[in-house]
T-cell receptor, first 121, second 113 residues
Framework: GAVVSQHPSRVICKSGTSVKIECRSLDFQATTMFWYRQFPKKSLMLMAT?????????EQGVEKDKFLINHASLTLSTLTVTSAHPEDSSFYIC?????????????????FGPGTRLTVL | AQSVTQLGSHVSVSEGALVLLRCNYSSSVPPYLFWYVQYPNQGLQLLLKYTTGATLVKGINGFEAEFKKSETSFHLTKPSAHMSDAAEYFC???????????FGSGTRLLVRP
C-alpha cells in the first residue's frame, strides 16, 4: 500500500514551452501533497505544499506563477512548469500524505513518488 | 527554525562492516525525525522515523536510529553493510509527521566488496 506515481518519468522540452507533471496516490487518498526539487548531487528543496481543494502554499523564493500547482482531487496533484528555461532543468519529486488518522499507525507518513527528470533545451 | 546537518557527504565501508551515518538537528520544538534512502534516479523510500516514545527506532533493511535529545542527534546505523545498501541517505526533520520535511544535504554510502 501507499504507492505514489509520477508521470512522466522523463521529459525533454524546448525552452519557452510548458510542462505538466502528474503526481498520483494510487491506493490512498492524499489530503496533502508536497512538491520538491532536487539538483544534481544535492538535497531536496521543498517548493510547495498543496491541500486538496485549496491553493498551494509556496516556499520562499519559489515563483508561484512559474510553478503552477493544482490539487484537484484527493489522488491527483499536478505541477506545471510554465515557460520553461534551461535553469528549470531538475529532478522533481512529489510526496503524498493521508494526514493523521486516529488509531491508524503511520497514516501521516509522507510517501514519495519516483521523480520526474525535466530537461529543458 | 528547523535545520538538519549530515556530517560527511560520502561514507565508504567494507561489506560486512558497521554502517554509521550521522545526523544532527536543530528544532525549537520536539521534532519528528526521519531517515530516507534514495537509489539512483528514483524517489525516496522511508527507512524509519521517530515521533514519540522509544528513542531507539528500528526500520527496514536492518537499519536503526537512536534519538538522543541531549546531543540533538539521530544517527543511522546498521551492524553489517550489504552491497545493496549503497545509495544516498537523507535525514529529515519535521514539526509533525505530515508537515513539511526539512532535509539534510545527504550522505552517499559506498560499500566496498
Amino acid at each position: 500500500g501507499a504507492v505514489v506515481s509520477q508521470h512522466p518519468s522523463r521529459v525533454i522540452c524546448k525552452s519557452g514551452t510548458s510542462v505538466k507533471i502528474e503526481c498520483r496516490s494510487l491506493d490512498f487518498q492524499a489530503t496533502t501533497m508536497f512538491w520538491y526539487r532536487q539538483f544534481p548531487k544535492k538535497s531536496l528543496m521543498l517548493m510547495a505544499t498543496s491541500n486538496e481543494g485549496s491553493k498551494a502554499t509556496y516556499e520562499q523564493g519559489v515563483e508561484k506563477d512559474k510553478f503552477l500547482i493544482n490539487h484537484a482531487s484527493l489522488t491527483l496533484s499536478t505541477l506545471t512548469v510554465t515557460s520553461a528555461h534551461p535553469e528549470d532543468s531538475s529532478f522533481y519529486i512529489c510526496s503524498a500524505s493521508r494526514g493523521w488518522i486516529a488509531g491508524e499507525e503511520g497514516t501521516d507518513t509522507q510517501y514519495f513518488g519516483p521523480g520526474t527528470r525535466l530537461t529543458v533545451l | 527554525a528547523q535545520s538538519v546537518t549530515q556530517l560527511g557527504s560520502h561514507v565508504s565501508v567494507s561489506e560486512g562492516a558497521l554502517v554509521l551515518l550521522r545526523c544532527n538537528y536543530s528544532s525549537s520544538v520536539p521534532p519528528y525525525l526521519f531517515w530516507y534512502v534514495q537509489y539512483p534516479n528514483q524517489g525516496l523510500q522511508l527507512l524509519l522515523k521517530y515521533t514519540t516514545g522509544a528513542t531507539l527506532v528500528k526500520g527496514i533493511n536492518g537499519f536503526e536510529a537512536e534519538f538522543k535529545k541531549s546531543e540533538t542527534s539521530f544517527h543511522l546505523t546498521k551492524p553489517s553493510a550489504h552491497m545493496s545498501d549503497a545509495a544516498e541517505y537523507f535525514c529529515a526533520v519535521s514539526l509533525d509527521s505530515s508537515y513539511k520535511l526539512i532535509f539534510g544535504s545527504g550522505t552517499r554510502l559506498l560499500v566496498r566488496p
